[in-house]
T-cell receptor, first 112, second 115 residues
Framework: EAQVTQNPRYLITVTGKKLTVTCSQN?????MSWYRQDPGLGLRQIYY???????DKGDVPEGYKVSRKEKRNFPLILESPSPNQTSLYFC???????????FGPGTRLLVL | AQSVSQHNHHVILSEAASLELGCNYS??????LFWYVQYPGQHLQLLLK??????LVKGIKGFEAEFIKSKFSFNLRKPSVQWSDTAEYFC?????????????FGGGTRVLVKP
């Protein structure tokens, strides 16, 4: 089944404790992206990747890192999480041309 | 940079009523347009999309949207809603040729359909 998976689905952590949210897709998509969803703000793009070893900042990259060492994986790294990073995070993937993005199930993060 | 506006943050209506959600974007070039739906507790699902051709597009679950280029709009419609249409709806725009290959989302509209 074609899908985008994220882990963990729920995470509670404390300020400053490094964490990684994994994202994996099995559709051989070149493009992958991370969004955060906050009430009233819709989805805002954090980082995206056009292909392996090619990443770029989205609209709200501060406090986040990503890597794209393999085509299928695009982990999101919070080196020193802060409470303002409490949010719902979605990973998405698409073929080049961005005709349709497929979204993962989301990761709900709470930073205390 | 492109932006997307959804005018209504919350909409409450009864079953069988008609629904129209507004979406306007700011970008002068060619765009791909999308409507996504997020049911409570679930991830985003694609409702419909417009790339080119007939500006009236039909999607799943009886939804349709009309692209009006002169108004920079892509409004979503459904003639008769059901309780199961309770969800949050997001308009998204991919500005072709703009810097940063990304989807820009509107702020979302929460729709509550009363039984």
């Amino acid at each position: 089944e074609a899908q985008v998976t994220q882990n963990p689905r729920y995470l509670i952590t404390v300020t400053g404790k490094k964490l990684t949210v994994t994202c994996s897709q099995n559709m051989n998509h070149e493009y992958m992206s991370w969004y955060r969803q906050d009430p009233g703000l819709g989805l805002r793009q954090i980082y995206y990747s056009m292909n392996v070893e090619v990443t770029d900042k989205g609209d709200v990259p501060e406090g986040y890192k990503v890597s794209r060492k393999e085509k299928r994986n695009f982990p999101l790294i919070l080196e020193s999480p802060s409470p303002n990073q409490t949010s719902l995070y979605f990973c998405a993937s698409a073929h080049q041309g961005l005709k349709t993005q497929y979204f993962g199930p989301g990761t709900r993060l709470l930073v205390l | 940079a492109q932006s997307v506006s959804q005018h209504n943050h919350h909409v409450i209506l009864s079953e069988a009523a008609s629904l129209e959600l507004g979406c306007n974007y700011s970008y002068g070039g060619t765009v791909n347009l999308f409507w996504y739906v997020q049911y409570p507790g679930q991830h985003l699902q694609l409702l419909l999309k417009y790339f080119s051709g007939d500006p009236l597009v039909k999607g799943i679950k009886g939804f349709e949207a009309e692209f009006i280029k002169s108004k920079f709009s892509f409004n979503l419609r459904k003639p008769s809603v059901q309780w199961s249409d309770t969800a949050e709806y997001f308009c998204a725009v991919n500005a072709l040729g703009a810097a940063g290959n990304k989807l820009t989302f509107g702020g979302g509209t929460r729709v509550l359909v009363k039984p």
